[in-house]
């Protein structure tokens, strides 16, 4: 049993102005996992004068790069070092399958190795040439941290979240206050442990588990400069206003509907093979997971009976066993979403393949669905525009190449997706025309040099390398 009794507030282990703990249950079996302190508004409030107090010293933004680059490589070094540790509880706690979070720690050691390669070649300040050479006057452009930042993460992926927001923003020389959710109250302790052993200058990193009234209160916070958010569309919207109110500085990481264009040359065995990880990663609770499956006319009835079987193929039950590749949903009100979902596609006329809202036999003491394949879907049904986030695909045809854009653009997202072809430089053709931040061709895995982001109701602004480090920095310009 895992207990967390304080809060990591400024590089101090705090006592919680609520002493009471939340018990953080199994999604498997509702077991109790550990038990966490949660922060409250008076917490948030001791954690961002810390916070705004190192900024204001200049502690660490006056560091060199080269050595803040140094303290995060050893954190990385710490987290490879606990990476079995971080991957069972992460399991342990979210439901998410041993396969996924063991793969996922080497997803983090690429994630932060992109970060420090950018940090080290960054344009930290630059003197710029005239554009008249008979010009007297020469130009400075030097890149500045914003402040303090509030980077708000979801359940579903937590330490990728974490470090996609805590790594850019200190490498600039930010302060950081880190909220997570309730539910990733032990793995962002442990992550609190790691930082802690880096030796950071006080105030310059807290991390905050805490409900969804604490998060408003971290991002309505005046001595709070930058808004780094991911999670829901509809929280976006919210927190969005609330920085356009205040002028603070905002990026937003938002949800997904994303579509896997199959082309009609494609290799269904390949085509398979990758989508078991490009739609159904993590349960199926991840933006990025391609979902809505757009496949040609002529090969619609083989595309459907593939899918079906690679689903009914996968193995579901305690994500902690190596063999089960979908784990339960992270808590029940998740589950019971899911399960409405598949209701309402069944409802709205689509043809259930396979699945189901029943529960998988024998699993009735978790929160598991059903993996599930709708087909004779259209654009129109709420399964094929409403981000579901859990095991559910929809099959949905088109007539040819200029019809298969189309209906991979009609959506309010626009986050990922994929394309697959026998022929690369026809793939690509098509990638190029999706509006969609980022696509991937045949499973390429999504890189971490370059920005990673969305277009539409997917979020503004960018994660990953320079342009993720560009974030969280402003532009001074100096002419003499």
């Known amino acids: 049993m895992i207990s967390y009794d304080r809060l990591y507030v400024g590089g101090t282990w705090t006592e919680p102005s609520e002493p009471a703990l939340l018990e953080i249950l199994s999604p498997h079996d509702r ?70 979070t063991t793969a996922g720690q080497t997803g983090l050691t690429r994630q932060a190795h992109a970060y420090f390669t950018a940090a080290e070649d960054f344009p930290w300040e630059r003197t710029l040439t005239p554009s008249d050479p008979a010009d007297p006057v ?10 303090v930042v509030a980077a708000v993460i979801p359940w579903n992926s937590p330490f990728a979240a974490a470090t996609a927001k805590i790594l850019p ?22 992550l609190a442990e790691l930082m802690d052993q880096v030796g950071l200058p006080d105030g310059v990193l ?27 569309t509809g929280a976006g919207r919210r ?12 990026s937003l990481e938002l949800g997904g509907k994303s579509a896997a264009v199959i082309l009609p040359d494609a290799d269904l065995t390949a085509v398979t093979a990758g989508l078991k990880f490009g739609s ?12 809505r499956i757009l496949a040609p006319r002529s090969r619609y009835a083989e595309v459907v009976a593939a899918l079906a079987a690679l689903v009914e193929s996968l193995p579901v039950g305690d994500p902690s066993d190596p ?20 209701e309402a596609g069944i409802a709205e006329g689509a043809r259930l393949v396979c699945g189901g809202p029943q529960l998988p036999p024998g699993l009735g003491d978790g929160f598991y669905v059903t993996p599930t394949v709708f087909a004779d879907v259209t654009p129109a049904m709420r399964i094929a525009r409403e981000e579901i986030f859990g095991p559910v695909l929809v099959v949905i045809p088109y007539d040819d190449i200029d019809d298969a854009i189309r209906i991979a653009d009609d959506s309010d997202y626009g986050l990922s997706g994929g394309v697959w072809s026998a022929d690369e430089d026809a793939a690509l053709a098509v ?50």
């Open 31 to 100: 077991s109790v996992v550990g038990r966490a302190a949660q922060a409250q508004p008076t917490d948030v409030d001791l954690a961002v004068a810390a916070a705004a107090a190192a900024f204001d010293s200049r502690v660490w933004r006056d560091t060199p790069p080269a050595q803040r680059i140094a303290a995060l490589r050893r954190f990385d070094e710490l987290r490879t070092a606990q990476a079995d540790r971080i991957a069972a509880l992460i399991t342990a706690e979210n439901g998410s399958a041993a396969w996924f």
């Open 138 to 147: 020469r130009t400075v452009v030097r890149r500045e941290p914003v402040g």
């Open 169 to 190: 923003a200190l490498l600039t020389g930010n302060s950081v206050v880190l909220k997570a959710a309730p539910e990733n109250s032990l793995s962002m302790g442990v």
């Open 206 to 232: 807290s991390v905050l588990p805490a409900d969804r009234d604490t998060s408003e209160y971290l991002i309505s916070h005046p001595r709070v400069d930058k808004i780094a958010f991911t999670g829901s």
């Open 239 to 250: 927190i969005a206003a609330i920085a356009g109110e205040q002028l603070k500085r905002v």
């Open 280 to 291: 159904l990663l993590n349960n199926g609770e991840s933006c990025i997971a391609q979902t």
């Open 323 to 342: 063999r089960t590749f979908i784990g339960p949903m992270v808590r029940g009100d998740q589950q019971q979403r899911v399960r409405d979902y598949i």
């Open 431 to 480: 990638a190029r025309r999706i509006r969609t931040g980022t696509v991937t061709v045949n499973g390429a895995p999504v890189g971490f040099d370059g920005p990673f982001g969305g277009f539409k109701a997917s979020g503004i602004g960018r994660e990953f390398g320079a342009v993720g480090l560009g974030q969280y920095t402003e532009y001074q310009t100096i002419t003499f």
